[in-house]
């Protein structure tokens, strides 16, 4: 019993060895707090659909990095922006503007939808077109009256 709580101790010494307090990311919290609201605004350049912020491919943490850089040399919000997007176009925008290259972007998913709007329509009309026509006799309808009936009185 004694080993195994040698073992246990043994075993133990590395991770209190590694443990350390958390250190902050930028000793300026002011610039840490620009970089966040940066990074929710731009795009990871290789990732489908995140943000920088949400982003933890290796170019996003480059470009996390740079963008503190640039805090650092106190460059303003828009400065960095139009600096990225320069070296990086409008894709490294979360949210591109609405410009001639960007329309159907923008355009595009209510112009699908309206294309699957339209053909769900047509698929409607036209098979209720081809459905036939089934006509029910008063004699039908009295058996199946009868049946549900006989049906309801079964326990």
């Known amino acids: 019993m004694m080993r195994i709580w040698v073992l246990m101790f043994v075993m133990a010494i590395p991770g209190l060895v590694a443990a350390q307090e958390a250190r902050p990311l930028a000793e ?25 912020a949400d982003s933890n491919a290796p170019l996003a943490e480059d470009l996390r990095r740079e963008v503190r850089e640039m805090i650092a040399k106190n460059m303003s ?12 176009g409008d894709f490294v925008l979360y949210r591109p503007p609405l410009r001639a290259t960007t329309t159907l972007l923008w355009i595009g998913p209510f112009l699908l939808l309206a294309i699957a709007g339209t053909a769900l329509v047509l698929a409607v009309r036209r098979r209720q077109n081809t459905l036939p026509e089934v006509i029910v006799s008063e004699a039908d309808h009295q058996r199946v009256e009868q049946l549900l009936s006989d049906g309801a009185k079964r326990p």
């Not at 300026?28 to 795009?43: F, I, S």
């Not at 919000?77 to 990086?88: N, W």
């Open 28 to 52: 300026n919290p002011q610039a840490e707090a620009r970089l966040r609201a940066l990074a929710v605004e731009l795009r990871c350049l290789v990732c489908q659909n995140q943000t920088l």
């Open 77 to 88: 919000d828009q400065e960095i922006i139009d600096f990225l997007v320069e070296r990086y």
